[in-house]
C-alpha cells in the first residue's frame, strides 16, 4: 500500500530537518508522498519543491496556522493552495511579525526573571524563519532551567505562566477563509488535543463547515484506535474528508517518527490524497 504523511515541519519553523533532508528521509522511508507544513509560514515551500523534483516523491503544499475559536487555540492545516497568492503571503508577513513581537516580549519576560535567551539561543537547529515556543523550550532545557521540553511547559511556557505570552488572536474561521482564498484545502489539525470530548469536537467542527473546513486531520499519533475511528465516523457523516500526519519535528520530537508516528501507530494511506485532488478538482 502506497503511504504519505501529510503533517510534518522543517527548519523553517520548529523542525530540525531542512526541507530537503526531510525529503531526502522520506524518500528513504518510501513514503509515496509529503506535505510540509510549517508553523505559519510557506517560506520553507519554493526550495522543498525545487528539491523534490530530485526525488521520486509528491510534495503537497501545506502550512499549519495556529488559531483560536473562544479563547481555545486550534491549528488549522492548509493544503493545496496557491502558495503565490498575494493575500496569502501578505497575511503570512503580518502573522511573522506578530510572532517576532510575542517572542520580543517572551525574551523580556525571562530578563526579569533573571534567564537571558536570545535569538542566536532560540535556533536549536532551526533556521530562525518562524521561531515558536517549542525553541523556548528546547533553550531553556539546553541552559539548565527545565529538565525536559515538557517540564519547560509546566514551569514557563503554557498558557497561566507569567513568560506566557498569548499569541495574535487569529480567529480558526479567518485562517479558513485565507486558505479557501488561495484556491486550497482546510482541515482542522490534531482535534482531540483540544478536548478528549467527541461531542465537543462535533461541535468545534460544526461552527467551522460555514466557513469552509474541508476536513479533520483523524489520524494522528496520539490518537487511539476507537478515537481515530470516531473522527473518521464524524467526516462521513457531515461529508468531510479524512487527514492524516505524524506531526514530524525531526530531532525537536524525536519518539515520533515520519509517516509512522510512535512504533507505528499510524499509516496514512494514499488513497487519502487522491480524496483531497478530488475536492480541489471539484472548486475549479
Ligand atoms: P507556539 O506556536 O509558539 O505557541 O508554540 C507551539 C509549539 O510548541 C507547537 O508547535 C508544538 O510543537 C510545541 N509544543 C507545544 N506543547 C509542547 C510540549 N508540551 N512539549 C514540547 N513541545 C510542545
Ligand atoms: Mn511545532
Ligand atoms: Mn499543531
Ligand atoms: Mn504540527
Redesign the pocket.
Known amino acids: 500500500m502506497k503511504r504519505i504523511d501529510l503533517h510534518t ?1 522543517s527548519t523553517f ?2 523542525g530540525t530537518l531542512t526541507p530537503q533532508k526531510l525529503i531526502e528521509y522520506a524518500s528513504n522511508k518510501k513514503l509515496s508522498a509529503i506535505s510540509i507544513t510549517d ?2 509560514t510557506i517560506s520553507g515551500l519554493n526550495e522543498a519543491f525545487e528539491i523534490s523534483k530530485k526525488f521520486d516523491i509528491e510534495l503537497i503544499t501545506g502550512v499549519e496556522f ?1 488559531c483560536f475559536i473562544s479563547d481555545m ?1 486550534v491549528h488549522i492545516l492548509g493544503y493545496m493552495f496557491d502558495k503565490d497568492s498575494s493575500i496569502l503571503n501578505e497575511q503570512i508577513k503580518k502573522i511573522a511579525q506578530s ?1 517576532k513581537n ?1 517572542n520580543d516580549k517572551m525574551i523580556e519576560k525571562f530578563k526579569d526573571l533573571g534567564i537571558n535567551i536570545d535569538y542566536k539561543d532560540l535556533l536549536c537547529g532551526t533556521n530562525g524563519n518562524s ?4 525553541q ?2 528546547s533553550a531553556l532545557v539546553k541552559k539548565g532551567y527545565a529538565k525536559t ?2 517540564d ?3 514551569k514557563y ?2 498558557d497561566g505562566c507569567s513568560t506566557y505570552i498569548k ?1 495574535k488572536d487569529i480567529r480558526a474561521t479567518e485562517s479558513i477563509g485565507l486558505i479557501k482564498k488561495a484556491g486550497g484545502i482546510a482541515v482542522l489539525a490534531h482535534p482531540l488535543r483540544y478536548t478528549k470530548s467527541i461531542l465537543k469536537i462535533s461541535n468545534i467542527i460544526d461552527t467551522l463547515i460555514p466557513y469552509g473546513l474541508d476536513g479533520v486531520e483523524a489520524i494522528y499519533p496520539t490518537f487511539t484506535k476507537d478515537e481515530i475511528k470516531s473522527i473518521k465516523e464524524i467526516c462521513i457523516s457531515k461529508n468531510l474528508i479524512v487527514t492524516g500526519g505524524s ?1 514530524f ?1 525531526g530531532l ?2 524525536d519518539n515520533i517518527d515520519l509517516g509512522s508516528g510512535h512504533n507505528n501507530d499510524i499509516s496514512v494511506p494514499y488513497d487519502l490524497l487522491n480524496k483531497m485532488k478530488k475536492i480541489t478538482n471539484d472548486f475549479t
Not at 131 to 134: A, D, G, K, Y
Open positions: 515541519h519553523s520548529d508553523h505559519d495556529t487555540e510572532r510575542r521561531i515558536t515556543r517549542s523556548f523550550a521540553k515538557d519547560a511547559f509546566d511556557l503554557k499569541r506531526d519535528h525537536a520530537r
